[in-house]
């Protein structure tokens, strides 16, 4: 429990709950919805245009009265009409079909991972940061990047995850930033789209890589000196979640036309700097 919660329980415990006591409630009940909000999600990019922190309210109604506080008419406002939910998610999984990943489940990966390098840009838009903004308009920042994996991952049967943390980029700088962990053979390995996918080609160095696997072709650093997890989901940060844990070592593909797009000849001067601050 935070400090803020645990003075909260004190307060109902010892005596009347005083006005400061309820708005730290309100502050930390609100804290609380939207880190929900923003794990929901990750866990399901598919509703884009309903699971957003910034833009989805939470309203209530509370009583107090001497040691207890009753919460009462509790509503979610959601940002957008339900009304054409059904065709919402009909399109989405429609454009999700259309990357044709099939054959074995490196074989998917690999084909949803190529697809979302060659069809997206790295930039700012309005739906950069979801997984729509990759998908439909071909614009996305890290964030859009590993939402639109997980969700193709999702569609075609493999189980993925959208990972949080900081980044440290070729300049040395750590910034925030979003990554996918996906699971192989009962093995959880790491993918980050976003790096890999640079102007002068689609890279490796962060495909199927393991906590001690070096990017070869830009730092390298380990992937777990690059690429710190902190469990920590949404703006308020209320709950640190637990990600699986990462195979030390990448993925071994020992089937030649399975394996990775390599590094283009000749290899780039300059290192990745797509930091992308979600």
Not at 96 to 125: M, P, R
Request: charged share 15%.
């Amino acid at each position: 429990l935070s400090r803020g919660e645990v003075y909260f329980m004190y307060e109902m415990l010892s005596h009347t709950i005083s006005p400061n006591s309820i708005q730290m409630f309100k502050l930390n009940l609100n804290n609380y919805f939207k880190n929900a909000i923003a794990a929901a999600a990750n866990d399901h990019p598919e509703y884009y245009w309903l699971l957003n922190s910034q833009l989805a309210k939470l309203s209530y109604g509370y009583s107090s009265y001497g040691k207890n506080v009753k919460i009462v008419d509790v509503v979610i406002n959601i940002p957008q009409p339900v009304a054409n939910a059904k065709q919402s998610i009909d399109n989405f999984y429609n454009k999700i079909k259309s990357i044709g990943a099939t054959g074995s489940d490196l074989q998917k990966i690999k084909t949803i991972h190529d697809w979302l390098c060659n069809n997206v840009v790295y930039v700012e838009s309005t739906n950069s940061h979801n997984a729509y903004g990759a998908l439909f308009e071909g614009k996305s920042v890290c964030e859009g990047y590993a939402k639109a994996f997980k969700a193709a991952c999702d569609y075609f049967g493999i189980k993925c995850v959208c990972v949080e943390g900081d980044a440290i980029n070729t300049k040395g700088v750590r910034e925030s930033h979003m990554w996918n962990y996906v699971l192989v053979n009962n093995t959880w390995y790491a993918i980050d789209v976003t790096w890999n996918d640079q102007n002068s080609g689609i890279y490796d160095d962060y495909y199927l890589v393991g906590a001690d696997t070096v990017a070869t072709h830009f730092d390298n650093l380990p992937f777990k000196n690059s690429h710190l997890p902190d469990g920590k989901i949404g703006a308020t940060a209320q709950k640190v979640f637990n990600y699986p844990s990462l195979s030390k070592n990448g993925y071994s593909i020992s089937n030649p036309t399975q394996a990775p797009t390599k590094a283009p000849t000749p290899i780039p001067t300059n290192k990745p700097t797509k930091t992308n601050t979600p």
